[in-house]
DNA sequence: CTTGGAAAGTCAACAAGGCTGACATAAAAT
DNA sequence: ATTTTATGTCAGCCTTGTTGACTTTCCAAG
């Protein structure tokens, strides 16, 4: 390791004090992140996992289960338990695929639609609060590290679905 | 609302679809930020919630079980399952308050220590290697970020806890 | 000293949402 | 014709959250 006065001032974000404070800054930050919608999941007998399968549902209409499944990265079975409450309710319809009648196509509802956008709205209320309170050059920041701590191999999902849909 | 070139292009940042993006960055990124240690806590018989546990008795030694209540925000009963596992096992010590004999005080034993150094060194590996990926720049707009997403009020937790100690 | 209330622990019951394993069906691919 | 793939489903298990009821310990106010 190289030392002296520049690269020892030019690395103290790297020290364990800095990387804990960074690691209690995620658990309390994603603890509030998470509430508000989490709040209005309640009043409708739904959970964070009901969250997910909606929001990604909504973000790529049609996608298939095994599509979906990846993202979440859950079972079939934890998945299939959501997605039949969804389907069972009217907010999500489940059409066999054309070309491939295997394959099950998800779309949300009008009232699919309807939650996602209560749902989303919330979230992105307190995000829009966090963004204009910090300004533009934090934001980039925050979503540069955000990525660079994804999994490489995980990180695709989300760059599939980055550049909008 | 003011318009115009200037305002709509410094508050791009702002755009739904910006938002969008940073929330699904926060997804995907705390998937894979609690991974690592999940992986250990499972080959241990533990869960996501020990780790937590052991993380801030390890942080504020001699802490009292409600005060690490208010931190996790959960309740007692749901702590106290983790806490008697954890105290049988041998990773964390229960002493009875000198001054209030009702108070518990916790702290790791050194096997405690051992685990928490084992956990808090692979998150942080991750951590670490995200930070210098992204560079010091960034990781203040993480954190400036981060903080502002928190809970007005519940940021006192990660606030007292913010200059170390 | 008695009593009220706070701190802590415990028991029971329940739910969400992960997991595994086993099995069924339909359709595509070989 | 056989194998593989996509999906769904049943049963059962685990962790970790919840509520409610109850007890013990103990400080502090009356």
Redesign the pocket.
Known sequence: MADGPQSSESLLFLTDEQLRKGIEAMFFAYRDFTADPDRI?LTK????????AIHFIHRAPGT??????SI??????????????L?EDGLVE?R??R????????FLTEAGETLERELSDAQRARMRTAYREAGPEAVTGFRTVLEAMMDPELRRHYMAMKEGG
Do not use: W
Request: no cysteine; aromatic share 2%.
């Open positions: 999941l007998g739904y959970g964070r996992a009901h969250h997910r298939t289960v095994n599509n979906l499944l979440l990265g859950v079972t079939k079975q934890s998945l299939n338990r959501v997605l039949r409450s389907i489940s066999v695929g070309r491939d009648k295997r394959e099950r196509h998800l």
